[in-house]
């Protein structure tokens, strides 16, 4: 029998245990995928559960939840650590979802977006009134830049999750509850992973020289 434990694996620069990609995109995808199909699937039902009525997209919130927590636990399992963003994110679900199946009003967990990317926005913002860069804290070892750049890209990336508060809001209150759904589980991520495609620019003017790189890694 190999010595290797669970929790054995590659190592990260900082000591975490590192997820292979398809193991990272499935534990951090999956349950909003498994959202969008148990949506789909029931989204024109009702359940009638210890006398009380439940829409379809409440019992899918429901089942969220655990799939959530079992999925940030699974990630925690396996790589010994958790990121601030990871973290929120729980709470609110947690929070805003449980807020919604017991109160039976899906426009609470409709606004869980808008909460989430408030509050990164607010400690971002927060961290710029002091001069500092909180986004580096987080990505610093898998995106070395200058100090300049991290300054430039936190004032964007604050602007940015303003920008998708606003658009939540106007998704979730002005369109059907499908068509939130569909921005939630596809836009939101489409619009991530564009506004880092249009950094390339910035990545490539502030990125530090590999030796300053390996230098700052080891900081």
């Not at 830049?145 to 939540?168: P, Q």
Request: overall charge positive; proline content about 4%; hydrophobic content about 55%.
């Amino acid at each position: 029998m190999s010595g290797q434990g669970p929790n054995s694996g590659p190592k990260a620069e900082n000591g975490a245990r590192a997820l292979s990609g398809r193991m990272k995109a499935l534990l951090e995808f999956g349950p909003i995928i498994a959202f969008f199909a148990g949506y789909v699937l029931l989204k024109d039902r009702s359940f009638a559960i210890a006398g009380a009525e439940y829409s379809g997209f409440l019992v899918v919130t429901a089942a969220f939840i655990p799939l959530m927590i079992a999925s940030t636990a699974a990630i925690w399992a396996l790589t010994g650590r958790l990121s601030p963003m990871q973290i929120v994110t729980l709470v609110l679900v947690v929070v805003f979802g449980g807020l919604s199946v017991w109160l039976q009003d899906e426009r609470l967990f409709k606004m869980k977006p808008t909460a989430i990317y408030l509050i990164f926005a607010a400690i971002l913002g927060f961290g710029l009134a002091r001069g500092e860069s909180y986004l580096k804290l987080v990505l610093g070892e898998a995106l070395p830049m200058k100090a300049e750049g991290w300054m430039i890209l936190t004032k964007r990336m604050t602007g940015f999750f303003i920008l998708l508060a606003i658009a939540n809001e106007g998704i979730w209150r002005s369109f059907s509850t499908e068509t939130w759904v569909s921005f939630k589980t596809f836009g939101l991520p489409i619009a991530l992973f564009a506004f880092l495609m249009t950094q390339g620019k910035l990545f490539e003017a502030q990125a530090l020289p590999k030796d300053d790189a390996s230098k700052d890694a080891g900081n």
